[in-house]
């Protein structure tokens, strides 16, 4: 059953979006006591998954979209404004949480 765009937008977007809760509940949990820097540690690797999962999803929507392109049939404007938001949500997520650096969880 083929997946249209708008449906991997729209599971790109919430991945997106679930990976950004993850991320703003762990960072209000913090290191309050022991058993928070575990919740933490569990919020920060769900948020990079979800992530991941998210990236994976829209690039899969990507292909899809230019294949539409190059068979000269023109998608849907709220297919491309799915994936445009779901690729701003990512990139804003990785602004603010990047893997490696200040804020990645290094020590």
């Known amino acids: 059953m083929p997946q249209t765009v708008g449906t991997v937008g729209v599971a790109t977007l919430a991945l997106a979006v679930s990976a950004a809760l ?6 209000a949990i913090g290191f309050m006591s022991a058993s928070a820097e575990a919740l933490f540690v569990v919020s920060w690797i769900l948020g990079w998954a979800l992530l ?3 990236m994976i ?5 990507a292909v899809q979209l ?3 392109l190059v068979s000269r049939r023109s998608p849907a ?3 491309v404004l799915l994936l ?3 690729a701003a949500v990512i990139v804003a ?3 603010t949480h990047p893997p490696v650096g200040s804020g990645s ?3």
């Open 22 to 27: 993850v991320f703003g509940v762990g960072d």
């Open 57 to 61: 999803l829209g690039g899969l929507g």
């Open 77 to 79: 404007w709220s297919e």
């Open 52 to 54: 991941v999962w998210a």
């Open 84 to 86: 445009v938001a779901g």
């Open 66 to 68: 230019v294949r539409r």
């Open 93 to 95: 997520v990785i602004w």
């Open 105 to 107: 969880g290094l020590g």
